[in-house]
């Protein structure tokens, strides 16, 4: 069997190890809670901080292979356990350039992937002097998230909300659609591409509102969308699961926004609806087996289910009883507590019509809810 380690326990690992039964895989999670989502699936689990070096080396040393469930790790221990010839996936370094905006942002400019124009700032007070370039994006370098750690700035009004902190300045883009492309490139090269899935955001919480598969693009821009997630993910020159997220702008044009180098919740869909799961696909990367194929079986919607706007604490899932029908399926993360905005499971529906696709999202979004025990009476979103 082989050991791999999951650096995370978070919903994305829990997806990852529930598909682990099909695998030759003994499977390790390191997390800093016991009581987290990945917990009940994994051979072994070590309680501790992904971002200690002297964690994760120890964490890493016994393994034959180790990936994450999330960014922000201590890189610097991955580079040493890569070093002593455990297999790192995806490799430290292109970890280390992805997780921060700013390096992410660099490597794109050099490899002429298209990307909105940027500039680099280090102080909010630096905005100022770069008020010609506004619309624009604020993101802050390090440590950002389903859009914490994002501002839009239109004007000098906005200035205030711009991060003190090394960030990266990017033109604001007006976009058509939002589009995800994964590519998986396994330790021999071979490279699969997931079809490109169309994601429409809630731009209250700044979070996916609902995610649709195929995209509703043209097959001309589909076909240029996945050429450009495949050369940015060759430039990577590392195995791993990759998601590329891009903007279709206006104008029909197609930037890279941003990679997660990891399985994606832009992918959760493909458990029921594609060929091979993104997490099966992850599996065959890190065990050496052949990659799966990833034509779209059923067309098909996937909505995150987030904690309700006042309700907090003890985590209650309503309305899944009154979902009888066979194409769809609820995926809850068994966290305990909710608070609002935060992910708590999600809901892929298939046989979509691309034309109801708003309708149905919305559907799903209200039917399905997450609650707790006690509403609050203040109207907060976190
Ligand atoms: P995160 O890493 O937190 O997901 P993103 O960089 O993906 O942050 O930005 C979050 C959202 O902000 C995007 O999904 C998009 O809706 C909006 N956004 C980001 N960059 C731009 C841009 N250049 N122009 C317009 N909107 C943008």
Request: net charge negative.
């Amino acid at each position: 069997m082989t050991k791999v380690g999951i650096l995370g326990g978070g919903q994305l690992g829990r997806m990852l190890l529930e598909s682990a039964a099909k695998f030759k895989a003994e499977t390790y999670v390191l997390e800093n809670q016991e009581n987290c989502p990945a917990y009940p699936f994994c051979d072994h689990f070590t309680l501790g901080d992904i971002r200690d070096y002297d964690t994760v080396y120890s964490f890493g040393k016994g393994l034959d292979c180790i990936t994450i469930e999330i960014e922000q790790v201590c890189v610097e221990a991955l580079e040493k356990l890569e070093e002593e010839g455990i297999t790192v996936i995806p490799k430290p370094s292109v970890l280390k350039m992805i997780s921060n905006k700013i390096s992410q942002k660099e490597f794109y400019q050099q490899h002429s992937i298209p990307t909105p124009d940027f500039f680099i700032t280090y102080s909010r007070e630096e905005l100022v002097k770069l008020i010609d370039f506004f619309p624009a994006v604020h993101k802050v370098g390090l440590g950002g998230y389903d859009g914490k750690g994002v501002e839009l700035l239109y004007d000098i009004n906005d200035i205030h909300k711009g991060f003190d902190a090394p960030a990266v300045l990017e033109k604001m883009t007006e976009i058509k659609h939002e589009i995800a492309v994964q590519v998986a490139v396994d330790q021999a090269k071979n490279i699969a591409v997931f079809p490109p899935v169309e994601m429409v955001f809630d731009p209250r919480l700044n979070l996916l509102d609902f995610q649709i598969c195929p995209a509703r693009l043209s097959p001309s821009l589909q076909k240029e969308a996945i050429e450009i997630a495949t050369n940015l993910v060759n430039a990577f020159q590392s195995p791993g699961l990759f998601a590329v997220e891009l903007f279709v702008d206006q104008s029909a044009k197609i930037w890279v926004n941003e990679t997660a180098p990891r399985v994606h919740n832009s992918g959760h869909h493909s458990i029921e609806a594609i060929a091979t799961s993104q997490f099966e696909m992850l599996w065959q990367i890190l065990l050496k087996e052949p990659l799966g194929p990833t034509h779209v079986k059923k067309s098909s919607i996937m909505v995150n289910i987030i904690g309700a706007p006042n309700y907090s604490g003890i985590a209650k899932l309503e309305g899944a009883d009154s979902i009888t029908d066979q194409d769809t399926f609820i995926h809850w993360y068994g966290k305990e507590t909710t608070k609002p905005g935060r992910k708590m499971g999600h809901v892929t529906r298939l046989n979509i019509k691309p034309e109801n696709a708003n309708e149905t999202a919305h559907f799903l979004k209200n039917s399905i809810r997450c609650l707790s025990d006690t509403k609050e009476n203040k109207d907060s979103l976190v």
